[in-house]
């Protein structure tokens, strides 16, 4: 295949997580014959300092010229305070809005070789479990109306969701469930909030189509506790746009570490964008200190969805797996003393490539169940 990919690094430690799964995708193409073009942009707090511009016109243009867009992290302390309201993270939700990509899928799995570094006792030794997390991702409480009152003594953000919105997303949902454990659980809070009332009456409609897959509803507090408690029960998650920020992150922590969350954002058509889960990191940034898991399973996340290659997909995260397997380790995930081999961002980077270049198809244990 020969196709041309589009690559935002980012700040902070976007650029030293996206060298690798730059170098990732390069490995592949090499094994499998394939050509990967990369078109460098530029957004956020990096291209604010060199054009006075989050996001500079043409950006998004560009970006949907390419087969998908590979993104490290965008913000950071030093942009929070720019001149009329620009924001890094404005810019990452301009580019989300504007290139489609209303469902973010975020894989959360507990590896077997990153058991120690699970903060939950009962699964440090055995247990585990694969959960994906399917968030709205254009729509919510991000992009609805938003303001200060007169004299700003109060501020609003406001949550609406169409019917539209929801159903599109709960059937990307149904369908990974379909293909996985066959459970759904919608998280929401129809306790309190009307929108999540329609969620819950559009759920009802939808899943008489997909009889396979059972499904059931959660409040987003008693999920929250749930995931702590006994994150196995869950297969598919699916909510809104906020809710699924904030869950995402908390499942993300019980794999070992926010470093390991890869995701890919998807919209009506093949073009995706492929981000791990994760911030800048500005507190480690250009130490070297960084993981790149979770953006080389992005990558992994790309060749399987915007490219269609799923053998390539399934050998980069072989390739992960089988790298933590020899007991390496990104100082974020480290919790065997005895075996742990420390690698910085680069050298993680190598060792996997090492394994993508080495290993056959269809070897080992695969990093999850996929979409
Ligand atoms: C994420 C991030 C972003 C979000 C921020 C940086 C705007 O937290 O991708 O989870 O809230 O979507
Ligand atoms: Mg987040």
Not at 229 to 234: M, V, Y
Not at 293 to 304: D, E, N, P
Request: hydrophobic letters at 40%; aromatic letters at 8%.
């Amino acid at each position: 295949m020969n196709c041309t990919i589009a690559v935002i690094a980012g700040d902070g430690i976007g650029p030293e997580v996206i060298g690798p799964a730059r170098e990732t995708l390069a490995a592949v193409a090499a094994r499998f014959g394939h050509s990967f073009g990369f078109r460098e942009l530029e957004a956020g707090g990096a291209a604010w300092d060199r054009y006075g511009d989050t996001l500079p016109p043409g950006t998004v243009e560009a970006a949907r010229e390419c087969a998908a867009l590979l993104l490290g992290a965008l913000g950071g302390p030093a942009w929070d305070n720019l001149p009329g309201g620009q924001r890094p993270e404005r810019a990452l939700l301009t580019l989300r809005k504007e290139l489609g990509v209303f469902a973010n899928l975020r894989p959360a799995v507990l590896l077997p070789q990153l058991r120690a570094a699970c903060p939950l006792k009962a699964f440090a030794e055995r247990g585990s479990f694969d959960i994906l997390i399917v968030r709205e991702l254009t729509g919510g409480i991000y992009f609805g109306e938003r303001g200060r009152g007169e004299g700003g003594s109060n501020a609003y953000d406001t949550m609406s969701y169409s019917v539209h919105e929801i159903e599109r997303l709960l059937r990307v949902a149904f369908e990974a469930a379909a293909r996985r454990q066959k459970k759904l659980t919608v998280v929401d809070k129809a306790n309190v909030l009307e929108s999540s009332r329609l969620w819950r009456e559009v759920t009802e409609r939808v899943k008489k189509e997909y009889p396979a897959v059972s499904c059931d509803f959660f409040y987003v507090d008693n999920a929250a506790m749930q995931l702590i408690r006994s994150p196995s029960q869950f297969d598919v998650i699916a909510t809104s746009n906020m809710f699924g920020d904030i869950l995402s992150d908390e499942a993300s922590v019980l794999t070992g570490s926010i470093g390991m969350l890869p995701s890919a954002s998807l919209g009506s058509g093949g073009f995706g964008i492929y981000e791990p889960i994760h911030g800048s990191a500005p507190d480690i940034a250009g130490q070297n200190k960084a993981n790149p898991l979770g953006t080389i399973l992005s990558a992994a996340m790309l060749l399987r969805y915007s490219l269609g290659l799923e053998s390539e997909g399934r050998a980069v995260e072989e390739a992960v797996t089988a790298a933590l397997e020899a007991g390496f380790r990104t100082v974020d995930i480290a919790g065997d003393a005895a075996n742990d081999k420390i690698l910085g961002a680069k050298e993680m980077g190598r060792a996997v490539i090492e394994f993508i270049s080495r290993r056959s198809e269809g070897e080992g244990a695969t990093a999850g169940r996929g979409r």
